[in-house]
């Protein structure tokens, strides 16, 4: 079984490495460290561009080396076409003035990093409010899509329940239409509720919420569960997004955006 790295504990690192790396669970002698690198070394992928988003069934192992059915949906490419450009996030904005002195204040936290003379404290401040921001962005542009197809979607997070501990859902929408709503790879049936979890941001952040935080935040969604994510999670190790998934019986639905597409637009919102 894997031994515990020193400056790592089972409940932050490694307490889902077991379940998500079945193949090397049994190796002896290993450091989590090393079982995720062997895992990262022997289970390479080769990324396929196909330049459209990518609706992930999980039903296979293999993940990214699989073909992947490709759906260029609407309410997905509403989504991407917001969060990539600065007229999007502008638009975004106007609609939702409720949030739009917050955002404003978030953005201008760009001018901070192009400030060559900001302090350490200023720019770390800074990244913290545009990484918040970039979150925010990508919640709020999903209920608004999911809102213009018929859904009735909750405007406040509440609080549910995980295997680990309460969380809050980024998205609970409920179809209360009489009709069958097909989005985001789900069939929502009339009085269901579709749940997601919003991801945005590097390959770094993404890798330490899949181990750390999504489990906890897939296992206690109602109804049908997605995970929508930047394109950033196809370099997180090979599988561990799959496996997350399978586990919550989730969909993973990438976004043909990375978190780079959408720093830029919010660094041009401000030269609109």
Known sequence: MFEVDSANSVGEVCKNELRLYPEIESMEGLTSTEAKRYWDNH???????TGVSQ??????REFFEQKVEANQEETISEIENELKSATGIKDLITRH??????????IE??????????SPFEIRSS??????????????????????IGFDVETKQRVVEGESGGTRPDVIAKNNTSQTIEVLGNKIESGEVLSIECKCGGTTYLTSQLYNHIPNQLSGHEGKKVLLTTSDIYDTPTGLAKNVCDLYNAKLVVLDVSVADIEQAIKEVKDI
């Open 97 to 106: 003035p409720e949030k739009a002195e917050l955002w404003k204040s978030q």
């Open 109 to 118: 936290a760009v001018e901070v990093l192009n400030n060559p003379e900001a």
């Open 127 to 148: 990244q913290a409010r545009l990484g918040i921001l970039k979150g925010q962005l990508l919640e709020a542009v999903a209920k608004d899509a999911l809102a213009d």
């Open 43 to 49: 289970f390479l992928f080769e990324k396929q561009d």
């Open 55 to 60: 609706i992930i069934e999980s039903s296979d």
